[in-house]
């Protein structure tokens, strides 16, 4: 099992460009979320797909914020003409079909974006 | 809306010393679950402890947690600290079966010598 896989591991772009940010989920797992992880905001939830569906997206920017789940392996994490208020680690979690148990979010190590 | 308090951002504490790090919360929901999750450094965050038992005490890894629903807290302890204790500590909730997780802002644990 080699866990949840985020690439890249970290990304630099320019004001204005795009970015986009891979997670491939573990394999069995039916949710995926993304969270956003900065020193003065700490880990903030922005999206969640449950087989693949957009569930909630209420902690998404509405603007230049996008993501997709095309298939039950990988989901991607859009920003278009980013700024440098976007620089932050971007973490991705998995964890199996939610129910009774609260099951446990497995988090990816990460994708540093750094908006110079 | 849901909630997650942690009053200490930075916690120095001196190995075999014991620690306890703040957590309350505020939510509107009767059927909620508690977890902390531990990031050392350069790493993911990981699964601590979690809970949903009103008065029951939660242990793993040395470190114990008490959700208590009559004063909306759930605090971390550990009774003597190591120096590989030393990481970020967040407490979260999440709803039910919706699983989305809302941390706290997280507390900083340094282990000192």
């Known amino acids: 099992n080699a866990g949840v896989i985020q690439t890249p591991r970290h990304k630099v772009t320019g004001k204005g460009q795009e970015a986009t940010l891979w997670c491939e989920p573990i394999s069995g797992h039916s949710a995926v979320f993304w969270y956003r992880q900065t020193i003065v905001q700490g880990l903030e939830f922005l999206t969640y797909?449950?087989?693949?569906?957009?569930?909630?997206d209420s902690g998404m920017p509405k603007e230049r914020f996008s993501a997709q789940m095309p298939n039950q392996s990988h989901s991607t994490l859009k920003i278009q003409s980013t700024q440098p208020q976007d620089s932050a680690v971007y973490l991705c979690?998995?964890?199996?079909?939610?129910?009774?148990?609260?099951?446990?979010?497995?988090f990816g190590p990460g994708t540093r974006l750094t908006v110079l | 809306g849901d909630s997650v308090t942690q009053t200490e951002g930075l916690v120095t504490v001196t190995e075999g010393l014991p620690v306890m790090l703040n957590c309350t919360y505020q939510?509107?929901?009767?059927?909620?679950?508690f977890f902390w999750y531990v990031q050392y450094l350069n790493e993911a965050p990981k699964l601590l402890l979690r809970s949903s038992t009103d008065n029951k005490r939660t242990e793993h890894q040395g470190f114990h947690a008490t959700l208590h629903k009559s004063s909306s807290s759930f605090h971390l302890q550990k009774s003597s600290v190591q120096l590989s204790d030393s990481a970020l500590y967040y407490c979260a909730l999440s709803e039910g079966n919706y699983n989305v997780l809302y941390f706290g802002s997280g507390t900083k644990l340094t282990v000192e010598p």
């Open positions: 939510t509107a929901y009767s059927d909620v679950a």
């Open positions: 979690a998995s964890s199996l079909a939610p129910g009774g148990n609260y099951a446990e979010q497995f």
């Open positions: 797909f449950r087989n693949q569906a957009p569930i909630d």
